[in-house]
């Protein structure tokens, strides 16, 4: 006769599961997480680089030419159902932001999460599609060469971290888009900057493995 498992078995089994699950659940999450800020991050790259790949085909060159402000009104054109805003609306209060947005911006937080990424960065201009990205300029001092260009590839989402899901680029002389800078030491766990997160475009378009590497 086949014997019937005792409760106390069954209950042995189930905490075993729920131990092992509670050990692997967590990696799952974060791997998944990884996964699809990776894919977000490819799509709102390549996004981008259409855009201004639009403007050149149409001879509306950027570098030496427009601002901050002035520069958003022409990028927004490439977008389909994008807005843009006031050139500062980042540095508005939430209150503000929500009145003449209908929602609050995120704050974003530096890579290694200790400290607000820093507001100067993002301050120049501003292009958003509903909530589901937003595109921050930074011309500092109203200068024609020098653009930045920060994109949240999952808007209102989290994490809202600079490295995870803001990233940002600059354009060169030709309008290329490309990694703001190179800089290491300011993509990593140790800097204390308020840019600390500026340089990570760079490491996640060249590290295959970046997004599974953030730290979660």
Same mark, same amino acid.
């Given at each position: 006769m086949?014997r019937?498992f +005792?409760?106390?078995?069954v209950?042995i089994?189930?905490g075993?599961?729920?131990i092992?699950?509670?050990? +692997?659940?967590?990696g799952f999450?974060?791997?998944?997480r990884?996964?699809?800020?990776e894919a977000?991050f490819?799509k709102? %790259?390549s996004?981008?680089?259409?855009a201004?790949?639009?403007?050149?085909?149409k001879?509306?060159y950027? %570098? @030496?030419v427009?601002?901050g402000?002035?520069f958003?009104?022409?990028l927004?054109k490439?977008?389909? @159902?994008?807005k843009?805003?006031?050139?500062?609306? #980042?540095?508005l *209060?939430?209150?503000?932001?929500?009145?003449?947005?209908?929602?609050?911006l995120?704050v974003?937080?530096?890579? $290694?999460?200790l400290a &607000?990424? *820093?507001m100067?960065q993002? =301050?120049?201009? !501003?292009i958003y599609? $509903?909530?589901d990205? !937003?595109i #921050?300029i930074?011309? &500092?001092?109203?200068?024609?060469?020098?653009?930045?260009?920060?994109? =949240?590839?999952?808007? *209102?989402k989290g994490?809202?971290?600079?490295g995870?899901?803001?990233?940002? !680029?600059?354009l060169?002389?030709?309008d290329?888009?490309?990694?703001? +800078?190179e800089?290491?030491g300011?993509?990593?766990? $140790?800097? +204390?900057s308020?840019l600390?997160g500026i340089?990570c *475009?760079? #490491?996640?378009?060249t590290?295959g &493995?970046y997004?599974y590497?953030? @730290?979660w």
């Open positions: 086949r019937a +005792t409760m106390a078995e209950l089994t189930l075993i599961i729920g092992v699950a509670a050990m +692997t659940l967590p999450i974060a791997r998944h990884s996964k699809v800020l977000q490819k709102r %790259y996004e981008l680089s259409q201004i790949s639009m403007l050149k085909s001879e509306e950027v %570098y @030496g427009y601002d402000p002035n958003q009104e022409v927004v490439q977008y389909s @159902g994008a843009t805003s006031l050139r500062q609306m #980042y540095i *209060s939430a209150s503000n932001q929500k009145r003449l947005l209908g929602f609050e995120p974003y937080k530096t890579f $290694n999460k &607000d990424f *820093s100067s993002l =301050d120049d201009g !501003f599609h $509903n909530q990205f !937003f #921050y930074n011309a &500092d001092n109203n200068n024609l060469t020098n653009k930045k260009i920060a994109i =949240d590839i999952n808007g *209102s994490p809202n971290i600079a995870f899901d803001l990233f940002i !680029f600059d060169d002389k030709t290329s888009l490309r990694a703001y +800078t800089n290491k300011l993509c990593s766990a $140790n800097d +204390t308020a600390n340089s *475009s760079y #490491y996640a378009m590290d &493995d997004f590497k953030l @730290g």
